[in-house]
């Protein structure tokens, strides 16, 4: 027997037989060509059938992970369209008068190792994204295939050195028990995929894998591990294991459907927190009420420019369309100046987490703060929106960001451009400043947001990105906890609801105390919906504790 530890991927437990498949590695061909024109066309011949793949994907992707799953692939159709990517295969067809094979390539070299450099994690794991799009491309020039590679005619193991989105999405999820890759990590598409198909999925595992081929089998998706040739004590130990977990699972996808409710019938608004557009998916498979905190950095990470704002627009558009009637909540900018957003023009600082981030940084670039308020009003039309403020510490930064908005709002009117005239204002409250004055601040907007990350961080004085502080972490600190009660209370005062979000609201153990401080919503990561509601419908208020 022989036990490897990896990274877990998708939760799940496998048990079979291990097929090793080798991801398509191709000898690109490389040459020079006299008619660079002919060259260009037969590259834009090549975007155009990928293009058709594309849509093929998207309607495989709709039929094997449900209706709204097409986001999964925005991103491919964003890079197929993306001048940068195009005019760098022109530029070596022309310049270099070389092949577009060669140019595909040497782009996708190019702009692959560019994302891979990035310090953002989702962002760097576009980099999968950009080989896999670009593969298309060469099948297409090289009149290859690639739809439907991996065949499985009986319930296997899956393992490879890599698996790009596509790969994944070909499978067909009756004969996939498990997969183990390479290299793949948790924020790749071929990776969220096989969460969303409930895959029981490891990586990084050390494994030769190809060595693995034909041999029997555990891939622990909860541990990481993978279990190669078990005992049979092992074996009788996992079969078990698995036995369990998809009792779990089955009863908490009994609470699908189900009113978020306490046993004394007060209904709690749950909703999902999410950072990137294939979140949206996930949001719907585990039935949340909508989008309490739609982080919006994902689109400006990884940039050597801000993004346009038609190209926010359509972003936050095709995430509104997805969730239907259920509402929206685009928290605005708050970003750290990372490796890949140097055009924010934000000088080094000490401690960026105190620094010019959130509703600073906006007030302090009006053409960036106007440009994302228009995408978002536009893209209010199409769906419910509301918008959330971050990093507030005083009433007069609300005072600006409103007369902003307001001006917005009557440019688009004057322009003819339709929007949500009801389109509701909340705040995050995550600085003491902003707990301690919420009674003030509660006047001023629709609703209060807190977050209890940052909340935490600035009140305990405590980096929480500094691992050499997590001894003196107090989780739940009492300080915490009392500026959550006085926020409830003050919003409450004046009328507007709270929905708690961040790592503490997750914690079940703590569940009640939020509501019986009076909490009016809870927003969680989307894996965490289902087993917040069952315990919310297993707490009664009128207990006195």
Known sequence: MLEFKGTAISTGYAIGQILYVNTYKRNIPKYTVDDTEREIKRFYNARSAASGQLKILNERARESIGNKSALIFEFHQMLLNDNSFKSFVENVVRNERMNCEYAVKMASEHFSQM??????????????????????????????????????TEPQIIAAKELYPSDTLSLKKENVLGIITGLDSFTSHASIISRIMGIPSISNTG????????????????????????????????????????????????????????????????????????????????DAGGIGLLRSEFLFAGRTSFPSEDEQFLAYKAITKAMSNKETVISMLDIAPINGCDYLNISDEVNPAMGMRGIRLLLENPVLLRTQLRAIYRASAFGKISICIPMVSSP???????????????????????????????????????????????????FFNIGTNDLTQYTLALDRENDDLFNFYTWGHKAVLRLIKLTIQNAHKAGIPVTICGELVSDTRLTEKFLRFGADGFSVVPNNILETRAKIRNIDLNDKK
């Open 207 to 286: 494994a030769i894998l190809e060595r693995l081929n034909g041999k029997n089998a555990i891939v622990d998706g909860e541990q990481g591990k993978l279990i190669v040739e078990p005992t049979e004590g092992i074996l009788s130990q996992y079969w078990s294991k698995k036995q369990h977990y998809e009792e779990h699972r089955r009863l908490l996808n009994s609470q699908k459907g189900l009113p978020t409710e306490t046993k004394n019938g007060k209904k709690i608004y749950l909703c999902a927190s999410i950072g990137t557009l294939d979140d949206v998916q996930s949001v719907l498979d585990n």
């Open 396 to 446: 007069g930064e609300v005072r600006a960001f409103k007369k902003t908005a307001k001006e917005v709002r009557d440019e688009l009117k004057s322009e003819g451009i339709n929007y949500d005239p009801s389109l509701s204002i909340g705040l995050m409250i995550e600085t003491p400043a902003a707990a301690v004055i919420s009674d003030i601040l509660a006047g001023m907007v629709d």
């Open 115 to 152: 994302f891979a450099n990035l310090d953002d994690d989702y962002m760097r794991e576009r980099s999968v994204d950009i080989l896999d799009l670009s593969n298309k491309l060469l099948n297409v020039l090289m009149s290859q295939n690639d739809m439907n590679k991996i065949t499985l």
